[in-house]
């Protein structure tokens, strides 16, 4: 692996560490508190323009995040690909998109390139029941 390579690996991983700890020092905080549950938390998702607005945000950029990484990880032959999904999903998205991409960088220069692989039948429905739920979640935030 080059240095600019590794650099760029590093830089993923930071990028990773900061949003577990910028995502999860408020998730601890506000589940913290005995009145928020998790279905307060959903329901603060649309107290506000701004939330909605960020939250709508999130959800269509988690499902373009996770067609990406589901299509990139079977070009280049990365395993576990459904694991960074329900990561993105219930640890955060910005932590697990970055270590994504520095799985990928890993891969790809590996001594050992995969064959690429083609998407499945699991995929495929995965990949529409993501849709689905991002579509209605889009709208009841709205």
């Avoid at 607005?53 to 690909?81: H, K, N, Y």
């Avoid at 329900?86 to 932590?95: K, M, P, Q």
Wanted: hydrophobic share 60%; aromatic share 12%.
């Amino acid at each position: 692996m080059t240095t600019a390579k590794r650099v760029l690996c590093a830089f993923y991983a930071l990028i990773a560490l900061a949003a577990l700890y910028g995502t999860w020092s408020e998730n601890l905080a506000y589940v913290g508190s005995p009145s928020h549950t998790m279905g307060a938390f959903l329901s603060d998702l649309k107290v506000n323009p701004a939330s909605r607005s960020i939250s709508v945000d999130l959800v269509w950029f988690l499902l373009a995040a996770v067609f990406l990484m589901v299509l990139e990880a079977r070009r280049v032959g990365l395993r576990f690909v459904w694991a960074y999904v329900l990561f993105a999903y219930t640890i955060a998205i910005s932590v697990t998109f970055p270590l994504f991409l520095l799985a990928r960088e890993i891969r790809m220069a590996s001594a050992q390139p995969a064959a690429p692989q083609s998407l499945t039948i699991l995929d495929g429905i995965g990949l529409a029941a993501l849709t689905a739920l991002s579509l209605y979640l889009a709208i009841w935030l709205h």
